[in-house]
């Protein structure tokens, strides 16, 4: 039977108390890897299956089996195609979106009678990936909606969205899970090192359990023994094997530094405390005011490393900033 996560079931129970007053359009909203879009599938789920429980769908009836199959004829799921391998901007994230015209498909879907004379329901994820004229084609759904269809809009980003989409929507915040739900969930994944994949997802778990896929953390690994025994050849080494990695290199080299900076004014680190002999000797060593500086650009970097341009050259730059910085703190 599919439900949500076991974190969400209390906003489960609220959403599914009385179905019959839910609104034409809700929008799941709040961080990555939280559960969202499993909530959303849920949902419409139960709104398509014959025999629901409190739990939710049935997952027996015929609806169920369709809807699990994909190929509910009252339920549309929106969501940008992944690229092909060899398509020009492949593995770039900028390049996904929602176009239009699935979202004039959704309108001709919704024009016809239900397949089944009972609800129809959509999910869009991300909505955010909505390009502008896909947005204003879906607010004229969302502002007349036929009776009995229910969309659901999932956003990481919901500042992103339109605010006349906004208005048409009821917010539902989905939240991080206390560290402990988590950590309980993470357990009966099987994840080892659960503590350490939560810490580093910033406590959401489907996060941490990507986290978790052994390639990365070979390359976590990497990346990190790079950082605790730098020498500017390794570091420039390094840039080059993860240019094509900025979001993933940023990701580790930023939490690095946050946590150079906090062992250097005395607390413990955040991310990386099994480092915290690497992290000690070279906080003592680096000049709080070099530091400071690093930090503030690589976090301001942060808000645009979705472009890719040059992304090699800033991964260098920082690298060898870092590298200078600890030259400079030895030459003292
Ligand atoms: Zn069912």
Redesign the pocket.
């Given at each position: 039977m599919m439900s949500c996560h076991p974190w969400n079931q209390a906003l489960w129970d609220r959403l599914t108390a009385d179905v019959s007053q839910l609104p034409h359009g809700i929008l799941l909203h709040g961080p990555a890897g939280v559960g969202k879009r499993s909530l959303a599938l849920a949902l419409a789920?139960r709104m398509?299956?014959?025999?629901?429980t409190p739990e939710g769908?049935?997952?027996?009836?015929?609806?169920?089996?369709w809807?699990d199959q994909g190929a509910h004829p009252d339920f549309r799921l929106i969501e940008p195609a992944e690229p092909d391998a060899g398509e020009e901007g492949a593995g770039k994230k900028g390049g996904r979106h929602i176009a239009i015209q699935e979202i004039r498909g959704l309108a001709e879907f919704l024009a016809l009678a239900p397949h089944q004379g009972g609800w129809r329901t959509v999910v869009v994820h991300p909505a955010e990936a909505m390009n502008v004229p896909a947005a204003n084609a879906l607010l004229k759904t969302l502002e007349e909606p036929p009776s009995r269809v229910l969309i659901i809009l999932v956003s990481h980003q919901p500042r992103r969205l339109l605010p006349t989409v906004l208005s048409r929507c009821r917010k539902v915040a989905v939240t991080l899970p206390d560290t402990e739900s988590a950590l309980a969930w993470l357990g009966s994944q099987g994840l080892a090192s659960a503590e350490m994949l939560l810490r580093e997802a910033g406590g959401a778990p489907l996060k941490a359990l990507d986290c978790a896929d052994p390639e990365r953390l070979a390359r976590r690994e990497r990346f990190l023994e790079a950082l605790s025994r730098p020498s500017p050849a390794g570091l420039s080494v390094l840039a080059q094997d993860f240019q094509n990695r900025l979001d993933e290199a940023w990701g580790w080299f930023s939490r690095w530094v946050h946590d150079l900076m906090r062992v250097k004014l005395g607390s413990q680190a955040r991310y990386f405390k099994e480092r915290h002999v690497e992290l000690d000797r070279q906080a003592g060593a680096l000049p709080l005011e070099g530091l400071m500086a690093l930090e503030e650009e690589v976090r301001r970097a942060g808000r645009w490393l979705k472009h890719p341009l040059n992304s090699q050259l800033l991964l260098e730059s920082w690298l060898l900033r870092y590298a200078d910085l600890l030259e400079d703190s030895h030459g003292r």
């Open positions: 789920k398509l299956c014959s025999q629901p769908a049935c997952g027996q009836c015929p609806s169920c089996s809807f």
